[in-house]
Nanobody, 123 residues
Framework: QVQLVESGGGAVQAGGSLRLTCTAS????????TGWFRQAPGKEREFVVGINWSGERTYYADSVQGRFTVSRDNAKSTVYLQMNSLKSEDTAIYYC????????????????WGQGTQVTVSS
């Protein structure tokens, strides 16, 4: 079982940047696909980005395409989410999650989740 911890959230002005980190321990992280999801108050959990085990294939929600970049360093058991040109609508708790095969855009397809990190973007 892989344990996941997100970090790097905080408060930023619109147009600014943050880099979120998902750090794993306790398992073969290199073999898992990873997704980032976010959830704002009163809204459903929303797919943000996905990355396969090697980092060679990435997937982005339309809402973040061109602004966010996902990458991974399996030697460090870490997945990164670089968030640029942030907008107020990006405000949410951001979660990383893993699954044993290919990335999915559906939250229910993931069974292993971190605790989340808060991102707040002010206009």
């Amino acid at each position: 079982q892989v344990q996941l911890v997100e970090s790097g959230g905080g408060a930023v002005q619109a147009g600014g940047s943050l880099r979120l980190t998902c750090t794993a321990s306790g398992g073969a992280f290199y073999s898992y696909a990873t997704g980032w999801f976010r959830q704002a108050p009163g809204k459903e959990r929303e797919f943000v980005v996905g990355i396969n085990w090697s980092g060679e294939r990435t997937y982005y929600a339309d809402s973040v395409q061109g602004r966010f970049t996902v990458s991974r360093d399996n030697a460090k058991s870490t997945v990164y989410l670089q968030m640029n040109s942030l907008k107020s609508e990006d405000t949410a708790i951001y979660y990383c999650a893993t699954r044993p095969s290919y990335p999915s855009r559906t939250a229910a397809d993931y069974s292993n989740w971190g605790q989340g990190t808060q991102v707040t973007v002010s206009s």
